[in-house]
């Protein structure tokens, strides 16, 4: 019988260099895909989770390398387990929130209503209940900034500070492939932009930019993978929604909000 860890994370191998993590057992809307980059030098892991369970006891037969953790952003479902890795690293406009371990700005206040018992089909471990939920601080031992590249050894990753979800959303574009690891971004679902933390003037400024940008796949923060059509499709309509007249410029606050 699995142990719980083996339990409640899943793994998909998408090619030799790249696996695909998921919290099967947490509700779909929310669940976040975790990347791991293998490299010849060093490995990223992009996004760790929730943080219920030990992600990096279930990743340590695929850890041989130096790892740096990185968090997209601060959200409790991206950045719950970045405590767990020994280098971990986030953008500047969110370090504070992960040093801190601000649960308001990972969103997983009780007020906020973000975490909810029913969206744990199955319990990571005897007991848990979502009352007790909290971001572990940590502090960041890398900040990351606009223009940063991360070099793997066999491959180098470019960060792109693209907020407007949140003021410290990044992704990782790699030129050469024009793959774009893109968290909470871009995804071929609804984008959220109207919590607290998101401005959908800027969200359509990081469009506008990823308009120009060529890319050929995305390994998006949620949901499916998708390429090129895709992509231009979910930047023209989001583009053109939220530029439609007597659409809002700021972002509408509720008090009824799901993430």
């Keep these: 019988m699995l142990d719980p860890i083996h339990q409640w994370f899943s793994t998909q191998r998408i ?20 990347w791991l980059i293998k490299g010849r030098d060093r490995d990223l892991l992009i996004d760790t989770g929730l943080g219920v369970l030990s992600l990096r006891s279930y990743l340590a037969g695929l850890l041989d390398k130096p790892l740096l953790a990185i968090a997209s952003h601060i959200h409790f479902d991206h950045a719950g387990g970045m405590h767990e890795f020994d280098q971990r690293a986030i953008h500047a406009a969110e370090a504070s929130a992960l040093r801190m371990g601000d649960d308001y700005e990972a969103l997983c206040t009780p007020q906020q209503g973000w975490v909810r018992q029913e969206d744990f089909h199955q319990l990571p471990y005897e007991g848990f209940t979502v009352e007790t939920y909290t971001l572990r601080a940590c502090e960041p031992t890398q900040i990351l900034n606009e223009g940063d590249v991360l070099d793997l050894g066999d491959r180098a ?65 949620h949901y499916r993978i998708f390429g090129k059509a895709d992509y231009r499709q979910i930047v023209d309509d989001y583009r053109r929604s939220r530029r439609s007249p007597g659409c809002p410029s700021e972002p509408i606050k509720s008090q009824n909000d799901r993430a």
């Design 15 to 34: 090619t030799d260099s790249l696996y695909l993590i998921t919290e099967p057992h947490y509700y779909w809307f929310n669940r976040a895909n975790l």
């Design 157 to 221: 990753l470019e960060v792109l500070h693209l907020p407007g979800h949140s003021p410290g959303c990044i992704a990782l574009y790699d030129p050469k492939t024009q793959e774009l690891f893109s968290g909470d971004v871009i995804y071929d679902g609804e984008l959220l932009d109207e919590l607290h933390c998101s401005h959908i003037p800027t969200y359509l400024n990081t469009y506008d930019r990823l308009s120009q940008l060529p890319v050929e796949t995305v390994y998006p923060g």
